[in-house]
C-alpha cells in the first residue's frame, strides 16, 4: 500500500489495531469531547510511573474508597500541540494491577532457603529494626562500599520515590553507587566519545523539513505508546510530510512500520555496523564525500582521514596541555576511518567494506544497500535515528558508532530537517525531587556487574571491570557486595542477565548476607528477598511528577492524589526510610523535620518558582490542593531543535577531548590500549574508530553456530513495560507472549503457529507458544523481555537446568559485559527451538 494512503486509512480508522494511547486524529479540533459521567463517584488524578519514558496521567474514579474505573486524559480539544495524553492499554488497566492477587499485603521475612519463597508476615517495627541494624553490622565489618542501591526504575516518583532509600544509606556512611544503565549503556558512551548526548537529536517536529528519514532499530510506536508521546511525534510528523521517504532497518516488522514504511530493510540482529560500513564505502570510494562533504568532516569531525589526525597531532603538541598531550602516545594516523573503509593502508588485509562484503554479514542485498547509499547522498536534508535496540548487544558501542557515521559524512548536520543519529529531542517539564543526600563512597560499578562484585568486588579494578572512582587502574574496588537493596526493581533476577547463573550466586546467603526488596507484587526478584517491603500503588499515592524522560515533545506535570487509602500494610517508601532512620536515631535528620504533606508542598512551591524563569511553562496554581484539583499542566513548543546546533552553527566545542566530532575516539583509543580483555570472549576490545566487530553469539559466530543455529533477539513488548504489568490478565491476553519465528524456519521444524515450543542453549531453557510470522527475519527469533521467570525444578531442560515455564528471555541471554561501557548486551544471543 502507498504511504499516503495508509496514512488516510489509519486516521480513519483511529488506533483501533494497536495498543496505544494514540490519539484518534479527528478532523474537528476544536470539539472537547465529552467528559464521561461522574455520578456519585469521585474524581481524582494519578499518574502512571513506569519506565517508558512517560508518566502519563490516569483518572481515577472511586466510590466508597473502592477504584470503579480507570479513564485517561480528555481534557482538551487535542488539536496536535494541546493534545490529551492518553494513556495506553497498560495504564488503563491500573485497577487490575491495583488489585492484583498477588499484591504484597505486610512486611515479610525469609523463613526458608533463599529463592524459596517461603516468608512469614512481620510487623513494620520488626521489618526497620532488622534493616537498621544488619546495614550497621554490615558497614562496620565489610565497609559501606559492601551495600549496594541497585538499579530499579518500577516507579517514577517525586519524593516518596527510591532516593528514599539512598537517604537511609547515606545516613548509615553511604553506599556502592552503578553507573549506566540497562537502557542505553552502550549507546551513552558511544554518543559521548563522539561528541554529543545519545538523547540529543533533532525534534520530529524538524522532520517536517526532511526528505528522507533512515530509522535503524528505532520503534517509537511501540516503546513509546503515550498518547502524547514519541510514538505519537513520529506518527504526526509522517501525517504532516507525505513526500517524506520512510526506510526502516529493523529484523522485526514492528508497528513503527505497519504500513507507514516506505521500505522494510529486515536485518541480521548486530550486523548494523556492517551495513552502515558499506553505505559509508558508496559515498567514500564514488567520490561523493570528497566532492560534497569533505570540507564539513576537516571542520568538525576529527579522525575521517590521515591528514585530519596529523593536524591533530600538531595541534595537541604544540598546545603543550597535559590534558591534550596525553592522549599523543593512543594516536595512531594510519587508523583512520577513509583507510578502513576503503581497505587501505593497514587495512588492506581486511578488504575494503563494500556493499558485497556486508550483504553477506548483514543479511540486506548488495543492491538494497546502494540504494539507501544513492537516497543518502541525493536527500537534501537526511534524518537518521539509531535506536537503543541497536545498543544492547555485545558490540553495542561500536554499532551505534559506525551508524552515526552515516550522518556526519553527508556533511548536513545542524542543517533544517537533519539529524546526528541520536535519538530524537524530548521536550519535559522540570519538577523538584527530594534528594538523596551525599555519599561519602566514592567507587562506583558499572550497573550490569553487580553480581559479579557479590563475588569478586574484591578484586574488581578499574582495568579490568571498569570500575570508576579509585585511585588507578589497578587499586582494587576492595570490598565483595554483602547487601542488596532493589527498590522497584526486578533487576535483581528477572531483568538481569543469566537469570539460572544469577540464582545460583544469591542462593547462597554467605555470599550477600542481606537482600531487601521493596514492591508491590510477589515478583520473581521478591523470591529472592529476605525482607519483603510492601509499598503503596500510585493509585494510593500523593506526589508531584513530571513527564518522565521520553514522552516526545509535550511536556507536562501531574499534581498526584491518592484515590484509596494504602491497602492492607503498605506504607510508602517515604514513611518506610523514616522508620528505618528512626531506628537509626536518625529520624530529624532523615525528615528535616517535615511529613509527606509538608514535603509535598514544598517541592511543589520549589517547582513553581523555578519554573516561573523559564519559557512557555504553564500557570500553576498557589497551593498544591488547588493543583491536585486540576491534575495535569502542559506545555509545547514546536520549535524545531537541532542537533549539535550549538556546535555547528554556533561555534561552541563540543565535549571530547579534542572538541570536536570524533570519528576517531581518543577515549576509545586511550581505553582500547590501556584496559585488560579476555581474549577467550570474541569481540572484546574497543578500537578507536567504529568498526563492525563480529562477537561470541553473533550471526558469525562459529562457535555456537551449530548448536544455536537461530539468533534469539529481546524487544520491548506492548504487553509490559519491562516486567511491570505482567500480572495483569488482560494484557497477557492483548498482547501475546510467543517467539516469533520466520516460516522458513518453522518448516524444517515441523511447527505450527501456537505450538508449544522449548527454546534452550546453554544458560536454560524456556517453554513458551511459538508465533509464526514473516514480521521476523529468517534465522532470528524474536521474545518480548520481561516475562517473569518461573523455574519448574521438577523439570529440567536440555540446558541442564528446570524449565522457565515463564517465559523469560533472560533465562537464555548471557552476562558478558560489553567492552567499553560493561554493558548489558541482552539482545546477542544464540539458541535452538524444538516443538516441546
Ligand atoms: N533481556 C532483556 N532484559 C532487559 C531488557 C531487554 O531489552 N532485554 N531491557 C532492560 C532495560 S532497558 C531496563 S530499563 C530494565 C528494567 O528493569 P527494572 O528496572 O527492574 O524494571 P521493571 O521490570 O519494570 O521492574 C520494576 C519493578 O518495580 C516494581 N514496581 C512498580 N511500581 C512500583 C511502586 O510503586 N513501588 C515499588 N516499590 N515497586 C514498584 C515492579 O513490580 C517491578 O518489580 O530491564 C532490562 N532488562
Ligand atoms: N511497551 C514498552 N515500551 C517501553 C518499554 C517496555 O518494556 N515496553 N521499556 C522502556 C525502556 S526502559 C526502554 S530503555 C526503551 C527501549 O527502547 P528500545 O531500546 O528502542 O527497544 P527495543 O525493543 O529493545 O529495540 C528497538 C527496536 O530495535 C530492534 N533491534 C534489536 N536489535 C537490533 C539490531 O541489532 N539491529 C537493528 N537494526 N534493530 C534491532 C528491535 O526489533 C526493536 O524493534 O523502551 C521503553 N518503552
Ligand atoms: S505504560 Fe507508559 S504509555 Fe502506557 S500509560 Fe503508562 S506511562 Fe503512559
Ligand atoms: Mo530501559
Redesign the pocket.
Known amino acids: 500500500m502507498e504511504r499516503r494512503s495508509f496514512l488516510k486509512m489509519s486516521a480513519a480508522m483511529g488506533c483501533a489495531a494497536t495498543v496505544t494511547g494514540c490519539n484518534s486524529g479527528s478532523s474537528d479540533v476544536n470539539v472537547v469531547p465529552p467528559k464521561p459521567p461522574v455520578g456519585d463517584e469521585v474524581q481524582t488524578w494519578s499518574s502512571c510511573?513506569?519506565?517508558c519514558g512517560s508518566n502519563c496521567p490516569i483518572k481515577v474514579f472511586s466510590r466508597d474508597g473502592i477504584i470503579t474505573r480507570i479513564e485517561t486524559d480528555h481534557e482538551t480539544n487535542d488539536e496536535y500541540g494541546n493534545h490529551q495524553i492518553r494513556a495506553c492499554a497498560r495504564g488503563r488497566s491500573l485497577r487490575s494491577r491495583t488489585y492484583a492477587p498477588d499484591r504484597l499485603r505486610t512486611p515479610m521475612k525469609r523463613v526458608g532457603k533463599r529463592g524459596e519463597a517461603k516468608f512469614v508476615p512481620i510487623s513494620w517495627d520488626e521489618a526497620a529494626s532488622t534493616i537498621a541494624s544488619e546495614i550497621q553490622r554490615i558497614a562496620s565489618s565489610y565497609g559501606n562500599k559492601s551495600i549496594l542501591k541497585h538499579?530499579?526504575?518500577?516507579?517514577y516518583?517525586g519524593f516518596a520515590s527510591?532516593a528514599c532509600f539512598d537517604r537511609v544509606l547515606n545516613l548509615n556512611g553511604g553506599f556502592l553507587k552503578i553507573y549506566g544503565?540497562?537502557?542505553?549503556a552502550q549507546q551513552n558512551e558511544a554518543a559521548a566519545a563522539t561528541g554529543f548526548a545519545s538523547t540529543s537529536g533533532s525534534s520530529l517536529t524538524a522532520l517536517y523539513d526532511s526528505d528522507l528519514f533512515l530509522g535503524i532499530g528505532y520503534n517509537p510506536s511501540e516503546m513509546r505508546q503515550s498518547g502524547s508521546g514519541e510514538g505519537y511525534d513520529f506518527l504526526k510528523a509522517l501525517e504532516a510530510n507525505a513526500n517524506l521517504e520512510v526506510i526502516m532497518v529493523d529484523p522485526r516488522y514492528t508497528d513503527s512500520m505497519a504500513g507507514k514504511e516506505s521500505q522494510w530493510l529486515p536485518i541480521r540482529p548486530g550486523t548494523d555496523a556492517a551495513f552502515a560500513e558499506a553505505i559509508a564505502y558508496e559515498m567514500i570510494s564514488s567520490g561523493w564525500v570528497d566532492t560534497h562533504s569533505k570540507a564539513f568532516l576537516d571542520k568538525y569531525c576529527v579522525g575521517f582521514d590521515k591528514a585530519s589526525l596529523e593536524k591533530l597531532v600538531a595541534e595537541f603538541t604544540a598546545s603543550g596541555d597535559p590534558k591534550k598531550t596525553q592522549y599523543l602516545p593512543y594516536i595512531d594516523v594510519e587508523d583512520n576511518y577513509r583507510n578502513y573503509i576503503l581497505g587501505e593502508g593497514k587495512f588492506a588485509d581486511n578488504g575494503p567494506r563494500t556493499p558485497a562484503w556486508a550483504a553477506k554479514i548483514c543479511g540486506i542485498s548488495e543492491a538494497n544497500i546502494k540504494s539507501v547509499a544513492s537516497k543518502i547522498m541525493n536527500a537534501k536534508a537526511p534524518f537518521i535515528v539509531t535506536g537503543?535496540?541497536v545498543n544492547?548487544h555485545a558490540n553495542g558501542e561500536q554499532a551505534m558508532r559506525a551508524c552515526y557515521m552515516l550522518s556526519f559524512l553527508t556533511g548536513k548536520v545542524g542543517q533544517p530537517g537533519v539529524s546526528n543519529g541520536a535519538l530524537p529531542y524530548q521536550g519535559s517539564l522540570n519538577r523538584a525531587g527530594m534528594s538523596g543526600g551525599s555519599n561519602p563512597v566514592k567507587e562506583s560499578i558499572s550497573f550490569f556487574t553487580w553480581a559479579e562484585a557479590i563475588e569478586r568486588g574484591h578484586e574488581m579494578t578499574a582495568r579490568k571491570d571498569g570500575i570508576r572512582g579509585t585511585a588507578d587502574l589497578d587499586t582494587p574496588l576492595g570490598a565483595d557486595i554483602k547487601a542488596v537493596f532493589a527498590?522497584?526493581?526486578?533487576?535483581?533476577i528477572?531483568?538481569?542477565?543469566d537469570c539460572n547463573g544469577t540464582a545460583k550466586i544469591l542462593e547462597d546467603d554467605t555470599k550477600c548476607e542481606l537482600i531487601v526488596v521493596?514492591?508491590?507484587?510477589m515478583?520473581a526478584?521478591?523470591r529472592y528477598a529476605d525482607i519483603l517491603?510492601p509499598?503503596?500503588?500510585?493509585l494510593e499515592?500523593n506526589d508531584l511528577v513530571n513527564d518522565s524522560y521520553a514522552s516526545g515533545i509535550m511536556g507536562y506535570l501531574v499534581a498526584m492524589k491518592a484515590a484509596v487509602k494504602p491497602m492492607w500494610e503498605s506504607i510508602s517508601?517515604f514513611e518506610m526510610g523514616r522508620l528505618i532512620a528512626a531506628k537509626m536515631g536518625k529520624e530529624a535528620e532523615y525528615t528535616e523535620g517535615k511529613d509527606e504533606a509538608a514535603w509535598l508542598e514544598e517541592l511543589y512551591q520549589k517547582t513553581r518558582t523555578n519554573s516561573a524563569n523559564t519559557d512557555a511553562q504553564p500557570a500553576f496554581p498557589n497551593s498544591y490542593a488547588e493543583a491536585q484539583k486540576i491534575g495535569v499542566f502542559r506545555a509545547f513548543s514546536k520549535t524545531p531543535v537541532l542537533a549539535l546546533d550549538s556546535y555547528i552553527n554556533g561555534g561552541k566545542a563540543v565535549s571530547t577531548p579534542s572538541g570536536k566530532v570524533e570519528i576517531y575516539s581518543l577515549s576509545m583509543a586511550q581505553k582500547g590500549k590501556d584496559w585488560i580483555f579476555n581474549p577467550n570472549v570474541k569481540g572484546d576490545y574497543i578500537t578507536a574508530i567504529p568498526m563492525y566487530q563480529p562477537t561470541w553469539e553473533g550471526y558469525d559466530d562459529e562457535d555456537t553456530k551449530d548448536d544455536y543455529p537461530l539468533q534469539l533477539m529481546?524487544?520491548?513488548t506492548k504487553g509490559?513495560?519491562?516486567?511491570?504489568y505482567h500480572n495483569v490478565p488482560w494484557l497477557r491476553e492483548a498482547a501475546e507472549d510467543a517467539v516469533w519465528m520466520n516460516p522458513a524456519d518453522a518448516l524444517g521444524r515441523g511447527l505450527r503457529g501456537g505450538d508449544k515450543v522449548q527454546m534452550w542453549n546453554d544458560r536454560g531453557t524456556v517453554e513458551l507458544p511459538v508465533r509464526i510470522t514473516p514480521r521476523v527475519a529468517p534465522g532470528v527469533v524474536a521474545l518480548g523481555?520481561?516475562a517473569w521467570y518461573q523455574p519448574d525444578i521438577a523439570r529440567i531442560g536440555r540446558s541442564g537446568h528446570p524449565i522457565d515455564v515463564g517465559g523469560c528471555?533472560?533465562t537464555l541471554?548471557r552476562y558478558q559485559p560489553s567492552p567499553f561501557a560493561k554493558g548489558?548486551p541482552?539482545?546477542t544471543n544464540r539458541v535452538q527451538i524444538v516443538k516441546a
Open positions: 510511573l513506569v519506565n538499579y530499579g526504575t518500577g516507579a516518583y527510591s544503565n540497562y537502557s542505553w537503543a535496540g544492547r527498590i522497584n526493581s526486578n533487576a535483581l528477572n531483568q538481569h542477565s521493596c514492591d508491590c507484587w515478583t526478584s521478591a517491603l509499598d503503596t500503588t500510585w499515592s517508601m529481546g524487544y520491548h509490559r513495560t519491562h516486567s511491570s523481555q520481561g528471555i533472560n541471554t548489558n541482552q539482545h
